[in-house]
């Protein structure tokens, strides 16, 4: 709830400390001494929207901050810290305008936008008035406060969830399909180069082996006549040979008389030679007895190499790297298959999560339809009493228009009003009295303030237009939501003024060169004499003093 608030050099205001407690708390005074202001001023902390126009004249800039107990308020301690902004004690909210217009907002200190004051501020307080935005006029909060009526805010919770998944779902699969024709081409593409190179099944070091191959029986007949050559010079020449030559060496070194020792290293590298070239040539005759210098052994290696080295050419890649190449596409293949069966899989979870959605959604439903009925009669009775004869509630639970599941349940929510007998029943943002629409926002939260998450409530002048036993019904009325929660009420009718817990009294304090606006907490006595002034005038009689003590007297009894 507002434990504090505190206004500096706002309009009229040049200083003001307000501390406030639990329970209805009457603001009353003379026309014109500020009573407004005060509310104005808080309005500025939750996020309304400010000029240069409001920073008292003489001073350089507005400064307002209010102070909340968030004790007993789940939602807003979440709130801050999911952003960081929680802190030990109250929650501050302050809000600074300079004389040239600029503001700035802060959140326990920390800077921030004017819409996290106002997110944060809808949390806090409801004011309602006839010329402040009332949250009542939203159907956002036609809708959250049947939930809360209907007990069925964490069902509405597990609706909002399950349509989030389905849109983040379908905006997946959608972002998947939208590149599908473009994927399968790229898969068909795929398909058909891996089963080229599949069937070309080429071989580890097969192509360097085909080309040395190929080099070979290329150059055949000319390596034939080199290897006959060869052989014929080194053992059949007639003419002479190698291997003759060395034989007849051997047998004259090997038969000279006293051969010295320095000539057999000569002898012996000669038969080794000879040992060698019987060797080579041996050699060359079995690789003539082998060798099959086959023409269709050569068209078959030309073609295998044609089919290799084209295919390469067709990749523009080296023919050495054709295994690579096959790998990648493969891999690639594999991530489009993956893709295919995200797709399946998508597809699946999208329809379960519609399902869930459906089954939610529908319980939800049921529970919005069997508390409008309950909720709309209630608040007609209070209407009723709030000097409405006649008036009539509805609340209005129209098909979503779209078939899509919406976050926020098959049905868009909408209070529909008629203030008087015969009007037609109109959306509540319509009402044109501020009066009737104030009394009426007051019928409504009477009803769902025992399941409102906003836990004070500002009523200005809602008494504006009634008076005699109607004024006494608002009185009471608001006497029971303090007693419930934090009420400040606006008020010129002493009926209102005698039902509150705490008075506070708003009024002019005329300097020699100025004039200001204060508040006075009032005791016993001077609250009977200020509502006896409510009651009589500015003269204070023993009849409007003892009315006075009997009005108070029956509001606390």
Not at 365 to 377: F, Y
Request: some cysteine; aromatic content about 4%.
């Amino acid at each position: 709830m507002l434990v504090h608030l505190s206004v500096h050099n706002y309009a009229i205001v040049e200083h003001l400390d307000l501390e406030l407690d639990s329970g209805m708390s009457v603001i009353s005074g003379e026309t014109g001494a500020g009573k407004s202001i005060m509310l104005d001023a808080l309005g500025l902390t939750l996020g309304d929207r400010a000029d240069s126009g409001v920073v008292r004249p003489g001073a350089d800039k507005a400064d307002i901050l209010a102070s909340f107990d968030l004790s007993a308020i789940a939602e807003a301690r979440a709130w801050l810290a999911e952003r960081d902004l929680d802190i030990e004690g109250p929650c501050i909210l302050r809000r600074v305008i300079t004389a040239e217009g600029r503001s700035r907002g802060y959140i326990n200190g920390t800077p921030c936008p004017q819409s996290d004051l106002k997110a944060l501020g809808e949390l806090l307080i409801d004011i309602h008035s006839q010329h402040e935005h009332q949250s009542l006029l939203k159907v956002d909060t036609h809708r959250r406060l049947l939930d809360e009526f209907a007990g069925s805010q964490e069902l509405a919770r597990q609706v909002q969830l399950a349509a989030q998944r389905w849109k983040q779902t379908r905006n997946e699969l959608q972002r998947l399909s939208n590149q599908g024709d473009e994927q399968r081409a790229r898969h068909q593409l795929l398909s058909y180069q891996l089963e080229e190179l599949e069937n070309l099944a080429l071989g580890e070091d097969e192509l360097e082996q085909l080309e040395q191959e190929h080099k070979t029986l290329t150059n055949a007949e000319s390596l034939l006549s080199a290897c006959r050559l060869v052989i014929e010079q080194c053992s059949e020449s007639d003419a002479g040979n190698v291997l003759s030559a060395l034989a007849s060496s051997l047998n004259r070194l090997s038969g000279a008389q006293g051969q010295p020792n320095a000539l057999g290293e000569a002898v012996s590298l000669l038969a080794s030679a000879q040992i060698q070239v019987e060797e080579a040539v041996g050699e060359l005759n079995r690789f003539l007895d082998h060798f099959d210098a086959d023409p269709q052994r050569l068209q078959l290696l030309e073609e295998r190499l044609d089919t290799i080295y084209t295919l390469a050419r067709k990749h523009r890649t080296q023919p050495g790297e054709l295994a690579a190449l096959q790998q990648q596409l493969f891999e690639e293949l594999e991530s489009l298959n993956a893709d295919d069966l995200t797709l399946e899989r998508l597809g699946e979870e999208l329809a379960a999560y519609e399902r869930h959605y459906q089954e939610k959604a529908g319980e939800l439903s049921a529970l919005r339809a069997q508390a409008a009925s309950t909720l709309a009669a209630s608040v007609e009775q209070e209407m009723q009493a709030l000097g409405m004869p006649g008036g009539r509630f509805h609340i209005a639970l129209s098909p979503s228009p779209s078939d899509e599941p919406q976050p926020n349940g098959r049905e868009l929510v909408e209070f529909l009003v008629s203030a008087n007998p015969g009007q037609q029943l109109k959306p509540l943002a319509k009402v044109a009295s501020g009066g009737e629409l104030s009394r009426i926002s007051l019928a409504i939260q009477v009803i769902t303030a025992q399941t409102s998450r906003v836990p004070t409530l500002v009523f200005d002048e809602v008494d504006v237009g009634i008076g005699g036993p109607t004024a006494e019904v608002v009185g009471q009325l608001l006497r029971r939501l303090g007693e419930r929660g934090q009420v400040l009420t606006v008020t010129h009718l002493p009926q209102v003024a005698a039902q509150g817990h705490q008075h506070l009294y708003v009024h002019k304090v005329r300097g020699r060169d100025a004039t200001h606006t204060a508040v006075s907490k009032l005791d016993g006595t001077q609250r009977i004499e200020e509502i006896a002034r409510m009651l009589g005038g500015l003269d204070l009689t023993e009849e409007s003093l003892a009315h006075a003590r009997q009005m108070v007297g029956s509001a606390n009894a």
